[in-house]
């Protein structure tokens, strides 16, 4: 059965620090691997999409990495502003269906 | 480029209750699907259309829940009658291709926030 896991369920951290949100997935085929960012009340929008052959991949100060052996993926957030504060979805693609993670639920506090 | 549109945002009703959700994917997306959020849970697909044709329902609660998508653009999800448990966020998303290894990158609307009470 195609799983995705994803831990920790919460976080908070400070204004400023950086943190890592941890991705583990059951799926196969695999095709590519999406972190989504939710803000409260509004739907999920796209942040990195990795692909089989790609192990790091930024957009700003969101890093994404990707284990294709382990099926393993972490979004690494840096220097944390209080717009961070969101759920993060982790969404991996088989062949044709894809599978959510539950998500993980990210305060920033000043 | 206008994103995905969905009403109402929210909705209160009644259990056994019926309610429609309508969205208006984004313009050239032939891909539409519909999802329902449990607070504290990741999206769960209901149902996905390719144009309008059915690709994915197998997580629908056929017995309650129907969707359509008759001329391949606008779509209404519809519970009939509504339970507790239907209380969520239910999302509609939109992408350009279904098949293939590339992005095919969901946009996803606001949500319709559903009580049951």
């Known amino acids: 059965k195609n799983q995705v896991e994803q831990s920790p369920q919460s976080l908070i951290i400070l204004e400023g620090k950086n943190c890592t949100l941890q991705c583990n997935y059951t799926v196969s085929p695999f095709s590519n691997l999406r972190w989504y960012k939710q803000d409260t009340g509004r739907g999920p929008v796209s942040l990195t999409i990795m692909t089989f052959s790609e192990n790091t991949k930024s957009n700003g100060r969101y890093t994404a990495t990707l284990d294709a052996d382990t099926k393993q993926s972490s979004l690494h957030i840096t220097a944390s502003q209080l717009s961070d504060s969101a759920s993060y979805i982790c969404?991996?693609?088989?062949?044709?269906?894809?599978?959510f993670g539950t998500g993980t639920k990210l305060q920033v506090i000043p | 480029e206008a994103g995905v549109a969905q009403s109402p945002r929210y909705k209160i009703i009644e259990k056994r209750q019926s309610v429609a959700f309508w969205c208006n994917p984004i313009?050239?997306?032939?891909?539409l699907y519909w999802y329902q959020q449990i607070l504290g849970q990741g999206p769960k697909l209901l149902i996905q259309?390719?144009?309008?044709?059915?690709?994915?329902d197998s997580q629908l609660p056929k017995d309650r829940f129907s969707a359509e998508r008759l001329k391949g653009v606008d779509s209404t999800l519809k519970i009939q009658p509504a339970k507790l448990e239907d209380s969520a966020v239910y999302l509609c998303a939109s992408s350009l291709a279904i098949r293939g290894r590339g992005g095919n990158e969901q946009f996803f609307g606001p949500g319709t926030r559903l009580t049951v009470l």
């Open positions: 259309f390719q144009n309008n044709g059915v690709v994915d």
């Open positions: 313009s050239g997306h032939a891909t």
């Open positions: 969404v991996v693609k088989g062949y044709q269906k894809v599978t």
